[in-house]
């Protein structure tokens, strides 16, 4: 089939779930159809990449949004500058996975040209890997109309290639080369279409089971029975692989469905990789009876993709048992069974309004009766009523919530049973405001420019809005196109926190900061040391609490929503103005110090060409050190953010001759005389430079093929050479561990300074922590509390160095990443955490504005913890995990402190030692610093000079089902019992504001009514 374009003909789309994921007993319906982009909710997803232009030019393309649609609400416009003899284009990552997932086969979308004569290249590439991919298909420009394209995978040049390789396709690019006039189209809707059938119009709905496990997961065993209505059972969820019968024969386990199709229809399996080391074969049979063999042939001992897809048979009306099969030599992975014309019940966010739409039925297809539907968004509940044709709809969602992709958990149920649930995952948005600027001259007024648009960053204009900002409210002047201005003046050096208050009754808060760019302030202070407590300090003896962010890439200064800068990104490719904005709004929120990789790639961040510094990276970490000097931003360059071949690091002559395999970048001497030399060529430069915090040796570092002490050994030769280069400065690494054991060899076996440990909500869920686990709790910031508590029986001082939501495909909006960061920050820093560290746009700097402030008040050198109450030994703390987080969340939920002490350490006078082997909490409960309601829960920190006490309030109703708690208002009672007399401040850490300050001399209970804010408690000094 060709490609085709049907002028203003809108397409009647069926049932779209934007992304739906099995959850328990959930059942999970087909998304017919794949959004790329919509361009419903601006142009964030979108970067801007140039080949060769002349020195000063400006962008080689513009994108913006306007409200000039062809579906939706809004559509994406593109400015391209003639580009004679070079290119350009904005491109946007994809996850072809879910186009494997639903069977698609086609790219639809709408183009609205400009007559130009002039030729559009739509794209899909993967330039990371060897030999590179990229699929092109041109459209000439002569039309000005609006007209919808779809276009075959294999009609995308080179012809024939595409659907084959569609797994390792990772960009979406909208591309112009060698052209002589300037563009200007707009673009709407970009999908991806599932495969034609040919099935005609279906009654029922498609149920989609995804495969699930990892590479060593087995079927449970027994036939699975598939409901219409609810899918399949939490305890017997179809594995991602299929095991042969001779590789490894332990593995191989059928897989059987029971299933009662409502009507004909079909079964399918959609196929990802398969296996390269002799090959696998897919078999289907229906009641015992054959209907579909397909040979996956390998023999390349790599994972293919060649063969993903959909296979699948016709399946008639009624009760069968239907068998999936391999008795090839190897696997092949599963992305989802596939049944088609099968559910009696669908949830969906509608695209024409953004109403939540839910249809369920019976197996005749009738609407059930006697039912209620209700939903909720994230934590809001969400409100359906029935319509006249028996299907539910809820008010439109649209402009109720900031920009992100949220949880919907929709239930129905018939008096108190439950007989349909259903969980998706929508994208939503509202009305939003971002500043243009964050960094301001102290020698120079301040004049803030905010831009106030639509959830499609279309301008919104005629608006009144109001800044509040150091104790004054002062009206924004309108400048056009959505700009609006506050003239605030000369103002004095230092971090401003205001809030932008629109007639419509929303607020948004503007963090920026006042700075003097000829500054030295780390002149003064000198270079950052350990003090003998494990606490930082600076070179002249001050209290030093780093505070940080990860910058390897660089995002525009919007609170609520940050997205990637226009043009290069990368911290040594953003121009000075991007990196000051950016950095002064890290600054602003209370940041200190930033972590960047100065070897990432072979591109872009190119630090290691093969034993010696790229000279332009070099410099180019002089200059960025200049810059954020200056504003009391200090640096922790990572030597290389992971080891050859990882991050699309390949490609360097002297590595390929020695790299083999993964172990080789380890453990060959060779390769670590080139590291040496190239590490000493970074370090010699700044090696007295105070504005380096600490060196790290490597991100997440792996272990060497397995052998952790391998690793180690690396690392301590790495370590060595940046101490003979630069004694003075201090050393850190990370590793890529999600359990105590190995991240406690780290800490005792490395010779570094200081740890850091990385908290993400994946980590409880890794095969290798989940299996410990089993039913403890798993929630993210419990897990904080647990590593940090582990860590610290180690010899080193351990801080908090990475967090955020790596989740973003199933759920990504500003409070989840608030929380998330929030959680780590005060659990791992009320843990003995000195400090903390997150990762970049995916947290929220945001939570670093009040815990920041309080630790800045604090004298921490002479700080001395009280020791809790109550411990628990680790003999073996990786066997021990279901009860430590028993443990830890106990401790949560009580108030009551408890650590844990080395198997070799005794506990301190006066601490009751608990049992390891299990969970036994003590009889007689230890009175707890702060105790709180239910629905709530706290950690405290304090000193024993009584100088000291932090605590942490949280309000916790359950978790999601990406380890976050969800949260629900409740009265919040707090008994404090504070160690001296003096002013306790109760701060909410959601409006990051000082709520009450209560005098106290004992004993003392603060109520603070109905909330589902979390609180932050300190007693002034």
Known sequence: MGVSWIPALEVNMRHLVLTVLLLGSVPAFAAELQVIDDFEHGTYDWRLVEGVKPEGSGPLCVMSMSAAAKVGRTAACLHYAACPKTWTHVQCGI?????????CDRISFWLKGDGSGEALNLMFGNYGIKPALCFRYGIKLDFTDWRQFVIPFNDFEPKGQMATKVGRLVLAQLNVSDTQKP??????DLVALPADRGDGPARFFPVIVPGKGSWSTRGPGEAIAVDNLRGVPADAAAPAYVHGVKNHPELHSPIAFFVEYPDDGRFGVKVGGTSGWGGSRLIIRIDGEE????????????????????YGVPVARGKHTIVVDNDGNDWFQVESYCFDNYGTGAARLRREDGRLEATISDSQGVPLQGISVAARVADAPCTLVQQADGTWLSDSLWDRFPLGLYPVDLTARRQAAVVYQASLSVKLGAARMRPLRAAYDVNAAVNVDLVYGSEGEVPL????????????????????????????GRLEAGTYLGRAEVESGRSFEVP????????????????IRLGPNGWFMTGDGKDYVPWGYATIGLFVPDPETPGRIAGPSAWCRATDQQILDWIGFLAACGINCVRFGVTVDAREIGGDRGGHADPEIVARLHRFLDLIGPMGVRAIPVMWWGHYRNFNYEGIPAYDALIETQADWFTKPEALALQQQYVREVVEPFKDDPRILAWEVMNETYRAGGDIQAAIRWTNEIVKTIRSVSPKHLVTTSAAEATPNPELAWVRDSTIDFFNFHVYPTYPDYDSYRKLAGDSPREVGNYTALMM?????????TILGETGNDRLREMDYPELRGLITRDALWLSFLNGSPGGISWDAIADAREFIVISGLAKRIDWRRFEPVPPPLVVRLADADAQVPELARYTWWSLETGVPIGF???????????????????????ELPKAPVSVSQGFQAATLQSKDGQVFMAYVRNVSGPTRINVRVRATAPLTMTVCPPRAGTLEVWDLDLRTLAKSVPVSGETQIRLGETAHDVALFLAP
């Not at 996850?95 to 069977?103: F, G, M």
């Not at 920026?512 to 270079?527: C, K, Q, S, T």
């Open 95 to 103: 996850r072809t996975t879910d186009w494997i997932a639903n069977d």
């Open 183 to 188: 563009i200007e189209i707009m673009v709407d």
């Open 291 to 310: 209907k579909l063999r397909r040979d996956f042939p390998g023999a390349t001992q790599t994972t293919l993709t060649e063969f993903q897809g959909y």
């Open 461 to 488: 204009m005629g608006q009144h809005v109001r800044v509040s900002v150091a104790g004054h409210t002062v009206e924004c002047a309108e400048q056009g196109n959505g700009v609006y201005r506050v003239e605030l």
């Open 512 to 527: 920026f900061l006042v700075y003097d760019p000829g500054a030295r302030p780390w002149e003064a202070e000198g270079i």
């Open 789 to 797: 508590l582990c860590d610290r029986t180690g010899p080193k001082v």
């Open 901 to 923: 002490v080395a198997d070799s350490a005794s506990p301190a006078t006066g601490q009751v030692l608990l049992p390891g082997s299990s969970f036994v909490p003590p009889p």
